[in-house]
């Protein structure tokens, strides 16, 4: 099925398209390069705080994307955009997805695979925003959420990497991830390009002692900070 001519439509009925059309492609299964280091990204994206409901289309969002070699960071892009929609389970794409794709498309030297803070195949098209950033950039991709959307799963053992896997009507659509031991753990999304093995193996070498994988919680220190530092929001 091909894709109509935006990535990002602002209508749900016209992201539903979209997100069927990726759903039905079948890429490359993207694996880890074993000549070089790894690097992995991170991005994220915060709004006002203080924001009542579901939001809505012009609302300020302050975004960043990092890569990382190891545990040392090699890029990172910050801006101040706005939301292209309300949230609405499902279709977080047309709130935060140009604003996140513009952050990304920035990084350089562009990482191998991008963790996104959001799902991936855990989605009711199976097309959730790490899948489709992923399929707009060409850019293999991980989801990384505190809770599964649709999938479920028992919870791994307690050991630092443990994964159990996530099931969406018997398909295997991610993994719970123990990131910490005695913590809570982490969903882990199949993202475009990514099986939940390859999955659940970037998001273990991003670890650094922390819950949340070293790439996206250092996004999401420099959107929060940003937003710190802006008296009001882009008009």
Same mark, same amino acid.
């Given at each position: 099925?091909?894709?109509?001519?935006?990535?990002?439509?602002?209508?749900?009925?016209?992201?539903?398209?979209?997100?069927?059309?990726?759903?039905?492609?079948?890429?490359?299964?993207?694996?880890?390069?074993?000549?070089?280091?790894?690097?992995?990204?991170?991005?994220?994206?915060?709004?006002?705080?203080?924001?009542?409901?579901?939001?809505?289309?012009?609302?300020?969002?302050? @975004?960043?994307? !990092?890569?990382?070699? *190891? /545990?040392?960071?090699?890029? #990172?892009?910050?801006?101040?955009?706005?939301? %292209? &929609? +309300?949230?609405?389970?499902?279709?977080?794409?047309?709130?935060?997805?140009?604003?996140?794709?513009?952050?990304?498309?920035?990084?350089?030297?562009?990482?191998? @695979?991008?963790? !996104?803070?959001?799902? *991936? /195949?855990?989605?009711?098209? #199976?097309?959730?925003?790490?899948?489709?950033? %992923? &399929? +707009?950039?060409?850019?293999?991709?991980?989801?990384?959420?505190?809770?599964?959307?649709?999938?479920?799963?028992?919870?791994?053992?307690?050991?630092?990497?443990?994964?159990?896997?996530?099931?969406?009507?018997?398909?295997?659509?991610?993994?719970?991830?123990?990131?910490?031991?005695?913590?809570?753990?982490?969903?882990?999304?199949?993202?475009?390009?990514?099986?939940?093995?390859?999955?659940?193996?970037?998001?273990?070498?991003?670890?650094?002692?922390?819950?949340?994988?070293?790439?996206?919680?250092?996004?999401?220190?420099?959107?929060?900070?940003?937003?710190?530092?802006?008296?009001?929001?882009?008009?």
């Amino acid at each position: 099925m091909d894709l109509p001519g935006t990535w990002w439509p602002e209508d749900a009925d016209g992201l539903a398209v979209v997100q069927t059309a990726l759903a039905a492609r079948t890429p490359e299964p993207w694996r880890p390069p074993v000549d070089r280091p790894l690097l992995i990204g991170g991005s994220f994206c915060c709004f006002p705080r203080g924001i009542e409901g579901p939001g809505g289309p012009g609302d300020p969002v302050w @975004v960043a994307a !990092v890569t990382y070699a *190891g /545990r040392r960071r090699i890029a #990172r892009h910050v801006r101040t955009d706005t939301a %292209g &929609a +309300a949230y609405v389970a499902g279709s977080l794409a047309m709130r935060e997805g140009p604003a996140l794709a513009a952050a990304v498309e920035a990084l350089e030297p562009r990482p191998d @695979v991008m963790l !996104v803070d959001a799902t *991936g /195949r855990d989605h009711p098209r #199976r097309a959730g925003l790490a899948y489709h950033l %992923g &399929a +707009a950039l060409d850019l293999p991709t991980v989801g990384v959420t505190h809770r599964p959307l649709l999938a479920s799963g028992e919870w791994p053992g307690e050991e630092e990497g443990a994964a159990s896997p996530l099931w969406l009507a018997e398909e295997q659509v991610g993994a719970w991830v123990r990131t910490r031991r005695g913590r809570r753990p982490l969903v882990v999304h199949a993202g475009w390009r990514t099986d939940p093995d390859v999955a659940v193996e970037v998001v273990r070498r991003a670890l650094a002692g922390t819950r949340t994988p070293l790439p996206l919680r250092e996004a999401r220190r420099l959107a929060r900070r940003t937003r710190a530092q802006t008296p009001v929001g882009p008009r």
